[in-house]
Antibody
């Protein structure tokens, strides 16, 4: 059974960098035809896609984050990570990692497996 | 403000049927697959429906979905108190080049 688990600091200061890691067990992030995604949910609000990384290493990001976001992977540890630069209070949210199935991002299915989520608060 | 529009809340009695709508545009729902997610309080979203109307393995057939033009609908029959949750729709937006979601609909089983 595939399992995903987010980890990282729960409190980040404004203007600093938010860093989270998703540890995947029960399957390999190098398996073909899968993307590995980050999604966030501000308190009391809806879901927001941050970006996805294909098993090959290519990435796609939500344009609303401009250049603040980086998703990377360490296949030797079977983990993928998220960095969000220059955070503000608006980045306070529960951050989820999830698997996305499909060859083309447009036609893929997001979220057949999810992590439990990690609350990150941006505050001084 | 979410790209896809859902009603904030719906309610129905146990055993009854409820539908949840998701409205979009030609660049998202009208041109791509729709997924539906259930989010029980304090938990991660759970995929119910993908590719407009396909149930994920293990999802009861009480849950169904359809798409017509730029709108999609999730239907739940035989409502149970355990169905109380937030339900969200999601799809790809070809103009934004992004996955987009609705704001979520809170289902109350009275």
């Amino acid at each position: 059974q595939l399992q995903l688990q987010e980890s990282g600091p729960g409190l980040v200061k404004p203007s600093e960098t938010l860093s989270l890691t998703c540890t995947v067990s029960g399957g390999s992030i190098s398996s073909s035809s899968y993307y590995w995604a980050w999604i966030r949910q501000p308190p009391g609000k809806g879901l927001e896609w941050i970006g996805s990384m294909y098993y090959s290493g290519s990435t796609s990001y939500n344009p609303s984050f401009r250049s603040r976001v980086t998703i990377s992977a360490d296949t030797s540890k079977n983990v993928f990570s998220l960095k969000v630069n220059s955070v503000t209070a608006g980045d306070t949210a529960v951050y989820y990692c999830a698997r996305q199935v499909g060859g083309l991002l447009r036609w893929s299915t997001l979220g057949d497996y999810w992590g439990q989520g990690a609350l990150v608060t941006v505050s001084s | 403000q979410s790209v896809l529009t859902q009603p904030p809340s719906v309610s129905a009695a146990p055993g009854q049927k409820v539908t949840i709508s998701c409205s979009g545009s030609n660049s998202n729902i009208g041109d791509n697959y729709v997924s539906w997610y259930q989010q029980l309080p304090g938990t991660a979203p759970k995929l119910l429906i993908y590719e407009n109307n396909k149930r994920l393995s293990g999802i009861p057939d009480r849950f169904s979905a359809s798409k017509s033009g730029t709108s999609a609908t999730l239907g739940i029959t035989g409502l149970q108190t355990g169905d109380e949750a937030d339900y969200s729709c999601g799809t790809w937006d070809s103009s934004l080049s992004a996955v987009v979601f609705g704001g979520g609909t809170k289902l109350t089983v009275l």
